[in-house]
């Protein structure tokens, strides 16, 4: 596909239901004469749609080394995480200050967010009471037997709320604690109960992998990496995966099961894209996977979230960003960068208490996903409003600036692509007692339980808009597990996710370790 400079390419919305609607595409102008200005073959680019860091205290990982899938994955560290400070400063002017000589200058910088109580007594812009609170909030948020009780009487309130009255922090190191949240929600709509679980995740993962760090990313493409590799365990486990065959239809028997039938479950046919047919006892998918389920599933599942998301090729690999941040620690391939409202320019009619935080993750050249001396920015926003994604163009030119290159060139983007992803999340009350049992819809009234119309048909949850890979999502996956292999002895005795050892698969150094 070929773009002319500035043009933008808006794509059609596919013919059946997807996540992702509203796409378009632009290559921006570019100096071709310099050195990682000019966009590579297409095959140089690997671009994730699911770029979620992993947190090194996440259930996947154990999962990963008991199945053996690790060893056909590459996983690089998440650096520093940096939050973006702009000030205003009034320079008198020759009439003095407040005279028709001043001049207001904006100065910004990036700052580290500290991960720790050493980063904390490290930073010298951090005073002497300011140190104090902080260290009592990385106590409590770090100590298992206190934040749950924290939540329990303060859960409901918003965090700044409870930093300010209870932690009295000062408001300006409030959104470095708000950022490590990783919250979709602006600053008064996050609560004590959502953020300290996670301030608990990110804090308490820092160092299991060496120091530093807390968190990673699979190499090449992030989660949908992790997919491919689950899909080749498969296969030489026995399954067969066929790609661009979704499912068209399901269509139950309608004669009465004879009495053998009746004590195994019933076999169903499947139609796939492309009118081939299969036939399968149990099927397993998300609500939006399966016609007809997805009916079902709007009925009982009323969370709806959609994200705008804008990743950007870069024409620098912005270097500075990608510190080791501790003595010891390996070099990054991956850093945060957190931009507050305040930083940005908003649009008129914004009002910059509704805005959440800004979150740009910069993947570099070492994550497989852009050739050398380019880099890869994703961002995204959960703000419903059509200027949403004018704020995150504006996030991402407000970084490139402030960003220190060699000579007087700014980086610039190369090409951009924005689009939109809608969410469905579970009803926090399901409709029916059948939901009890995890995995398995529950069935609604409309629905002819008298033949079992929905039987042997398991669900998964789609994965959330989380900008970390959420424990729930493995959790979902064991709970239908756990219903597929009931009454199987040799399933059970196995256990969730562990694969037995296969020629050719030998262990490593790792499975010592491990």
Known sequence: MKFLANEALTIEA?????QFSLASIRKEFSNEDKEGSKLGFSRAYSISLSPQQIYTRSNLVPALVSSKCYRQL??????SWWIHDGEDEIQAGQDGEGGSGAKSKRTTCLRKIPGSREDVFEDKSISLRSTRSLMKILKLATDPEIYPTIIKEHGHRPFPEYLTSECKLDPK?????????????????TTVAFALPRLHRHLTSIGIFGPGFGAVIPKWGGLAEIAQVACRAGAVGGGVYVLKKGIEAIERSQREPTSIEATSRP???VRLAGGDTVKARLIVGTPTTIPKLSEV???????????????????????????PP?????????????????????????DESDVPLIYLNVHSSDTGECPDSQCIIYTSTSLANP???DILSSALKTLLSTIPTEGETEPEILWSMTYTQRHTLPSPTPPSASSNKPGLLPLLASI???RDLHHGILYLNELGPSLALEDEVLRDVRGVWERITVGDAEGADRGFMQFVEREGMGGGELDEEM
Not at 74 to 79: D, K, N, R
């Open 14 to 18: 596919a013919s059946r239901p997807s």
């Open 74 to 79: 590459e996983f690089l560290a998440v650096g």
């Open 173 to 189: 190191l409030q959104a470095p604690l708000l950022a490590l949240t990783l919250s979709w929600d602006s600053p008064a709509k």
């Open 267 to 269: 076999l169903t046919t």
């Open 297 to 323: 599933s709007r009925a009982q599942r009323t969370a709806k979230v959609e994200i705008i998301h804008l990743t950007a090729i870069i024409s620098w690999p912005l270097t500075s960003l990608f510190p």
């Open 326 to 350: 501790a003595e010891g620690s390996p070099s990054p391939a991956a850093v945060v960068v957190v931009m507050p409202p305040s930083s940005l320019q908003l649009p008129d009619g914004v």
């Open 387 to 389: 200027s949403a994604s």
């Open 448 to 450: 002819d339980s008298s």
